[in-house]
T-cell receptor, first 116, second 114 residues
């Protein structure tokens, strides 16, 4: 099972450039979310989705866009990269509490982004 | 608002000794609590969860966690630490009653010396 797949694993951007981080899951999970991990700050929620066509903001949404056109894919777009967006980004998927006893989230391996 | 606190940035233990990594939480409604582990340059791996039922939850790799409602705590424990347990540990809680995402603590680095 592939689980949650993120691409690319590493990326270097120049300030002002845009890019899309890809996330795909093959578990037919309704919920997907994006987090950023910074030293000493844990993981912070950027955006999340409860199903195809439905997204919402998390704790730190500024500078990021998302869309969810299919159940499988949840790309994260950086509109105009800034050095403050240098971080490790994780995508996760999970099932709704009402549907499954398997309530834990499954994480991708992460994308390490550096903005210079 | 839901929140999670991990009061220790780092925990140091000797191999073979018991370990505890602390976590306290603040939630409205029933808490759904999780522990994840992260090894260097890797993603997060699920260890265990508390949803309901017994206050002592057993998980992967010999870890367990004790849910204490009165103290709003969910401490991670292991009776005998291994050097290979050295990693970054995160406590997390479901972000809302719908469970759409997670709120994480800041993480605790566990260092087990031989």
């Amino acid at each position: 099972n592939a689980g949650v797949t993120q691409t690319p694993k590493f990326q270097v951007l120049k300030t002002g450039q845009s890019m899309t981080l890809q996330c795909a899951q093959d578990m037919n999970h309704e919920y997907m979310s994006w987090y950023r991990q910074d030293p000493g700050m844990g993981l912070r929620l950027i955006h999340y989705s409860v199903g195809a066509g439905i997204t919402d903001q998390g704790e730190v949404p500024n500078g990021y866009n998302v869309s969810r056109s299919t159940t499988e894919d949840f790309p994260l777009r950086l509109l105009s990269a800034a050095p403050s967006q240098t971080s490790v980004y994780f995508c996760a998927s999970s099932e709704p509490l009402r549907r499954s006893r398997h309530t834990e989230a499954f994480f991708g391996q992460g994308t390490r982004l550096t903005v210079v | 608002a839901q929140s999670v606190a991990q009061p220790e940035d780092q925990v140091n233990v000797a191999e073979g000794n018991p370990l505890t990594v602390k976590c306290t939480y603040s939630v409205s409604g029933n808490p759904y609590l999780f522990w994840y582990v992260q090894y260097p340059n890797r993603g997060l791996q699920f260890l265990l969860k508390y949803i309901t039922g017994d206050n002592l939850v057993k998980g992967s790799y010999g870890f367990e966690a004790e849910f204490n409602k009165s103290q709003t705590s969910f401490h991670l424990k292991k009776p005998s630490a291994l050097v290979s347990d050295s990693a970054l540990y995160f406590c997390a809680v479901r972000a809302n009653q719908a469970g759409t995402a997670l709120i994480f603590g800041k993480g605790t680095t566990l260092s087990v010396s031989s």
